[in-house]
């Protein structure tokens, strides 16, 4: 159990450092993953721990940064959610396939949000987790069709999640002030 724990804090704080660019793309990126090649379970660890992480180390700064109280409610949901989740997603990796390997750190995204305040940072925080959720149903979806039981059935039941996640952000994306960018 030390062991499992020691992954998964490893994990989480490499993949923090390191997932900023997941983030960054998927909140610009609209090429959707019908176009691409099915992923190996291994790239869905490695994206799912990254973008995870990401989710994580985002919301913790909206609840710091935040203006809005509604947008404080809707970072500490999904910063309990995904730290949930990626402490179910590392022990699945750790159990059932080799260690995630992470990609060199981007973290323009996170820079961009630490540059912003008020209803600036609002706005953006609700579009990054649009953008990102939109992306990680992609991922997700796609492996809901993995050979891998178990991978299969972790994310079916993260979808939902994720969805319910999106909805809530597009719902503060929709809030937001008048006379907002």
Same mark, same amino acid.
């Given at each position: 159990m030390k062991r499992l724990s020691f992954i998964f804090a490893a994990t989480c704080l490499v993949s923090a450092s390191m997932a900023g660019n997941a983030w960054? &793309? $998927?909140a610009t990126s609209g &090429?959707?993953?019908a176009t691409q090649s099915p992923l190996s379970d291994q790239e869905f660890f490695t994206r799912a721990s990254r973008d995870g992480a990401m989710e994580v180390q985002i919301s913790q700064? $909206? +609840?710091r940064k935040a203006s809005s109280p509604r947008t404080r409610a809707l970072a500490q949901q999904l910063l309990d959610d995904h730290a949930a989740a990626n402490k179910?997603? $590392?022990a699945l990796a750790a159990n059932e396939h080799e260690p +995630?390997?992470?990609? $060199?750190?981007?973290s323009a995204l996170m820079e961009r949000l630490q540059s912003l305040n008020g209803d600036e940072f609002d706005k953006a925080y609700a579009s990054a987790m649009i953008g990102g959720h939109q992306k990680a149903i992609e991922l997700f979806d796609d492996a809901t069709h993995s050979n891998d039981p178990n991978v299969r059935a972790f994310a079916s039941k993260t979808l939902p999640t994720l969805r319910h996640h999106l909805q809530m952000a597009r719902a503060m994306d929709t809030h937001a002030p008048l006379g907002t960018p």
């Open positions: 960054a &793309q $998927a &090429q959707s993953s700064l $909206a +609840v179910e997603l $590392a +995630v390997v992470q990609k $060199a750190p981007d």
